[in-house]
C-alpha cells in the first residue's frame, strides 16, 4: 500500500485523477481517458493505470460525470401518507429497499422526500431539475403528474394508475390476490357469511381488493353478507375498532377477509378478545404477508406481495424512461401469492 494511499484514507480525502497521474508519470488526461478506455490509450498503460486506481481505492468524481452525460445519477424517492412511519411503514420500506439495490447496481442514487399532502410534494429540494427523474408511492398524483410532465422529469408511480400515456405504473396484481383469498375461504373452507373490513376505496388497490370480493360472491352464486366495513386507516387499533363493531351485530360472519394485514391482526385480537376462536367461530384473512403476519398466534392467511420486486422494477422502468423520452408509459403487475396459515 502506497504512502499517498495511506495519507488520503488518514485524511479522509478523495483520490483524485491528479494524483494517479503524479504517481505514473503521465498526464491527468491520459489517466482519465485510460479509465474511460480509450483506444487513444496503449493497453498496457492503460491496465497499469486501473490497477493503480483499483490500489488507490480511486472512485469517480460524482459530479464531473454528470457534467460529462448532463446526468446527476440521482432519482427521486416520495412517499405519501398522513401520518409517519415511512421508512418503517410495511410497504413503503420493503419497497424502498429493493428500490436502493436497483439503484446502486446501475449506478443511481436515490434521495428521499416524504409528504402528507399534495401541496407539499413540490419540495424544490426534492424535484429540483438536477434529479433525472423520480418515484412516487401510494399517491393520488393526478396534479403531481402534470407537474412532473411540465418539468420533463421521467416518473414511475407506486401502487396507483392514472390516465397518463407518459409514465409508468407499478402495482401489485390486487385482483388476482384478492380473488385467491376468496376462493380460499369459499371453496376450501366452505365460508358463505364473509364480511370484508377496507379503507379507503377511492385508493385503487382497495377499490381492486374489494371488486374482487363481490365478483367471488358471483362466481359461487352467495350473496353478500353485508356493507365493507370502512376503517379511517390500515392501523391496528382499526382493525380492532372495525371488528368490534361486526361483533355487536346479531349476525354474525364466519369469515373476515381484511384489506391489510395490519387490519387482520386487530380484528384477530378483537374476536379473541370477546372469548371467541380464531379460525373455529370467526377465521381471518389479511393481504400483504408482512412480518407480523407469520409470528401471531394463530398465524395469519395472507397474500404475499413481493414489495422488493415492486421496487426493483420500478426502478428499472424509471431508468429506462430517463435513456428514452420518447418511450410509451405502460402498467407494470407484480404477481403475488396466496399464503394458507393457521388463521383460516
Request: no cysteine; hydrophobic share 40%; glycine share 4%.
Amino acid at each position: 500500500m502506497s504512502l499517498l494511499r495511506d495519507f488520503h484514507e488518514e485524511m479522509e480525502m478523495p483520490v483524485r485523477l491528479i494524483d494517479i497521474a503524479h504517481l505514473m508519470g503521465v498526464s491527468k488526461s491520459t489517466v482519465s481517458r485510460a479509465l474511460q478506455g480509450s483506444p487513444r490509450v496503449k493497453e498496457e498503460t492503460r491496465r497499469l493505470i486501473m490497477e493503480k486506481a483499483r490500489e488507490m481505492n480511486y472512485r469517480p468524481n460524482s459530479l464531473a460525470k454528470a457534467m460529462a452525460t448532463k446526468k446527476s445519477g440521482i432519482i427521486g424517492f416520495l412517499m405519501y401518507r398522513k401520518s409517519p412511519p415511512y421508512v418503517a411503514h410495511t410497504f413503503f420500506g420493503p419497497v424502498l429497499d429493493g428500490a436502493i439495490a436497483q439503484a446502486a447496481e446501475q449506478g443511481y442514487h436515490i434521495i428521499l422526500a416524504a409528504a402528507d399532502d399534495i401541496e407539499n410534494t413540490f419540495d424544490e429540494y426534492f424535484i429540483q431539475d438536477s434529479i433525472d427523474g423520480a418515484m412516487i408511492v401510494s399517491f393520488y398524483p393526478n396534479e403531481v403528474i402534470k407537474e412532473f410532465e411540465k418539468r420533463k422529469i421521467p416518473l414511475v408511480v407506486i401502487n396507483n394508475v392514472v390516465d397518463s400515456k407518459k409514465n409508468t405504473f407499478i402495482i401489485d396484481d390486487n385482483y388476482r390476490g384478492a380473488s385467491s383469498i376468496m376462493e380460499h375461504l369459499i371453496k376450501e373452507r366452505g365460508h358463505t357469511k364473509i364480511v370484508h373490513i377496507n379503507e379507503d376505496l377511492n385508493h385503487p388497490s382497495f377499490s381492486i381488493r374489494y371488486r374482487a370480493y363481490l365478483d367471488m360472491h358471483k362466481r359461487y352464486n352467495i350473496p353478500v353478507f353485508s356493507e365493507p366495513y370502512r376503517a379511517k386507516h390500515t392501523t391496528f387499533q382499526e382493525g380492532i375498532s372495525m371488528m368490534q363493531r361486526i361483533l355487536h351485530q346479531r349476525d354474525l360472519p364466519t369469515a373476515v377477509f381484511a384489506a391489510t394485514d395490519t387490519l387482520a391482526l386487530g380484528a384477530m385480537h378483537a374476536i379473541q378478545q370477546e372469548g371467541l376462536n380464531v379460525p373455529k367461530d370467526i377465521a381471518v384473512a389479511g393481504y400483504d404477508d408482512i412480518e407480523a403476519a407469520a409470528m401471531s398466534n394463530p398465524a395469519l392467511t395472507t397474500i404475499a406481495v413481493d414489495r422488493g420486486e415492486i421496487g426493483r422494477a420500478a426502478v428499472q422502468s424509471l431508468i429506462q424512461q430517463i435513456a428514452d423520452s420518447e418511450k410509451t408509459g405502460r402498467i407494470i403487475t407484480i404477481n403475488n401469492q396466496l399464503i394458507i396459515r393457521e388463521s383460516t
